[in-house]
């Protein structure tokens, strides 16, 4: 038998339309089957209404790009013997290495359920997560995200690297349920060898397969890509035992080492992009490609800030992650897009941080179809946000800046939050 509701507040807010005052869904089975008033809904329709008065219902966020696996990086931090104290980029990433060579495989699936109840808990509904792991695959399938799961790839050594992208390509085409969608992810240009890069291409492209790239993350990256100088080679790759692939000077950026494989398309999202030159951009917005901003995490890390003004200017599509608990502080989008707001308060308004974290970030995951906004046929995943009487001018604002998130719901089983 189907299941129908009728959900109804002060007001229904969708990305780059009008709010809808005494807006409302019609949900049967966790898919939105009409939307409007709730006096047009209850015409028309004898299901139950639950009704948020004073609230407003809005789309469940899109995190563009996570690694859920790593939820637990602050305690394993603690219970480790390795000193913590990351004074630049490779630092961290060394450090990291060094942690998660302590842990077991069974650390990791208590870390990804927390990660995945955090993010439901603050309004995400949808994730893009990084898998480095596909036997992991299990514990996303039986939660109630939603997104898309990009399989890691990475190596030198060429037996290595075949091995790794035969496995992620494997998990690719067996991953796939109603709620969870695929993808690859060459993890950066500082871990693929070059001679990779056209394997990962051909992997993609014959099974139209989308991307997510670690890229242009830091100054060290850049360094490294362009003379094969720098911390990456003096530090990271003694310490990794990639000795013997220094040498090689690919005298460009990593956007146009990438682009010279093919690597960016429509279906590409590229992650960070902080150290990048109005020449990546014109390659990047020619290509379609999508960016996700993980301001917090460049943030506490100090490498810099995106040049989200050049990235408008350009017209490239902005999506915004929290990308993981070992560089930043929660998994709370209501925490990056209010930091991002700060951030960015001369180039991003309430309106393009909303799109970022709603339609934005679904294109981004190539997953409008389903997620995003909420219209007739996507899933009813949806946010509940208090502190939002008033009228239809600044809404938006009150929204984003002062809104408390009452409850959050998914089209394929629930989760509620009362204050």
């Given at each position: 038998?189907s299941?129908?509701t009728i ?9 780059d339309?009008s709010p ?8 049967r089975?966790?898919?939105i089957i009409?939307?409007g008033?709730l006096?047009e ?40 013997s390795v ?14 290495i ?8 069974a ?5 990804i359920h927390e ?6 808990e ?6 893009g997560?990084i898998?480095?792991?596909?036997a ?5 399938r ?7 799961l990009?399989?890691?790839v ?5 037996g ?6 035969s ?14 969608s ?12 070059e ?5 990962i291409?051909?992997?993609?492209a ?5 991307l ?17 100088s720098?911390d990456?080679?003096?530090d ?5 035992g ?7 000077a ?23 992009c902080?150290?990048?030159s ?8 020619e ?5 996700a ?15 989200v003004?050049?990235?408008k200017k ?5 999506a915004l ?7 930043n ?9 209010r930091?991002?707001?700060?951030t960015?308060s001369?180039?991003?308004s ?23 906004s ?10 509940v946000?208090?502190n ?18 009452r409850?959050?719901?998914t ?8 204050n």
């Amino acid at each position: 038998m189907s299941v129908e509701t009728i959900y109804s507040a002060s007001w229904l807010i969708n990305p780059d339309a009008s709010p809808v005052d005494g807006g409302a869904l019609f949900v049967r089975d966790g898919i939105i089957i009409e939307t409007g008033t709730l006096a047009e809904l209850r015409s028309r329709h004898s299901a139950s209404v639950i009704d948020f008065p004073g609230s407003a219902i809005i789309p469940g966020f899109v995190n563009a790009h996570t690694h859920l696996e790593l939820t637990h990086f602050p305690s394993w931090k603690l219970r480790s013997s390795v000193d913590y104290y990351p004074r630049k980029f490779t630092d961290w990433i060394i450090q990291l290495i060094k942690i998660s060579r302590s842990l077991t495989p069974a650390d990791y699936p208590p870390s990804i359920h927390e990660g995945i109840r955090m993010c439901l808990e603050s309004g995400t509904t949808t994730i893009g997560e990084i898998i480095s792991n596909p036997a992991m695959l299990e514990h996303y399938r039986e939660s109630n995200i939603g997104g898309r799961l990009y399989f890691e790839v990475l190596g030198q050594e060429p037996g290595h690297f075949s091995n790794k992208l035969s496995s992620a390509a494997a998990a690719v085409q067996s991953s796939s349920t109603p709620t969870l969608s695929a993808g690859l992810s060459p993890h950066s240009p500082y871990t693929i060898n070059e001679e990779h890069l056209a394997a990962i291409r051909s992997t993609a492209a014959s099974r139209n397969i989308p991307l997510a790239i670690h890229l242009s993350e830091s100054q060290a990256e850049a360094d490294f890509v362009f003379d094969g100088s720098g911390d990456f080679a003096s530090d990271f790759y003694p310490f990794v035992g990639w000795e013997r692939f220094l040498g090689k000077a690919h005298r460009c950026s990593s956007t146009e080492l990438f682009d010279r494989y093919g690597l960016f398309t429509p279906n590409t999202i590229a992650v960070h992009c902080v150290h990048v030159s109005a020449t990546d951009v014109t390659i990047l917005k020619e290509r379609g490609v999508h960016i996700a901003l993980c301001p917090r995490s460049n943030d506490i890390l100090d490498v810099g800030r995106a040049p989200v003004a050049l990235f408008k200017k350009a017209g490239i599509p902005l999506a915004l992650g929290t990308d993981s608990l070992a560089s930043n502080n929660s998994l709370s989008i209501w925490d990056e897009l209010r930091f991002a707001l700060d951030t960015y308060s001369k180039d991003l308004s309430e309106q393009d941080i909303f799109r970022m974290v709603t339609s934005g970030g679904a294109a981004a995951l190539a997953l409008s179809e389903v997620c995003g906004s909420l219209v007739v046929g996507k899933s009813a995943d949806f946010q509940v946000v208090g502190n939002c009487d008033g009228n239809a001018g600044g809404v938006f604002e009150r929204v984003i800046r002062e809104g408390n998130l009452r409850e959050v719901y998914t089209g394929h089983g629930h989760k509620c939050l009362k204050n």
